[in-house]
């Protein structure tokens, strides 16, 4: 059974940073992309950042383009999104996904998810 958990969200005020990170059981990332997505209240599940095996592609959405960074650690079988510079509009519950091979922005082709962890960044 694969499962995704996501850990590292918290409180944080506005400017600050904060490392999630993603790991699995019954999955192994490579082979896989693994993307970042965040959903705040009332909105939809927005696409932030995902990076691919192998090769490490990645790709950000506009917005936390510079401020975040994603990346992985194979031998940990865990990728992070490291985020600073942090604004009260990225509060949300973000969330990590897994899909086969191929980069995706779009929600619905990604296969796995996990739980969410929130992320507040106070003003």
């Known amino acids: 059974q694969v499962q995704l958990v996501e850990s590292g969200g918290g409180l944080v005020q506005a400017g600050g940073s904060l490392r999630l990170s993603c790991s699995a059981s019954g999955l192994t990332f490579s082979g896989y992309t693994v993307g970042w997505f965040r959903q705040a209240p009332g909105k939809e599940r927005e696409f932030v950042a995902q990076i691919r095996w192998p090769g490490s592609v990645t790709q950000y959405a506009d917005s936390v383009k510079g401020r975040f960074t994603i990346s992985r650690d194979n031998a940990k079988n865990t990728v992070y999104l490291q985020m600073s510079s942090l604004k009260p509009e990225d509060t949300a519950v973000y969330y990590c996904?897994?899909?086969?091979?191929?980069?995706?922005?779009?929600?619905?082709?990604?296969?796995?998810w996990g739980q969410g962890t929130q992320v507040t960044v106070s003003s």
């Open positions: 996904a897994a899909r086969p091979l191929r980069l995706g922005v779009d929600r619905n082709e990604y296969d796995y």
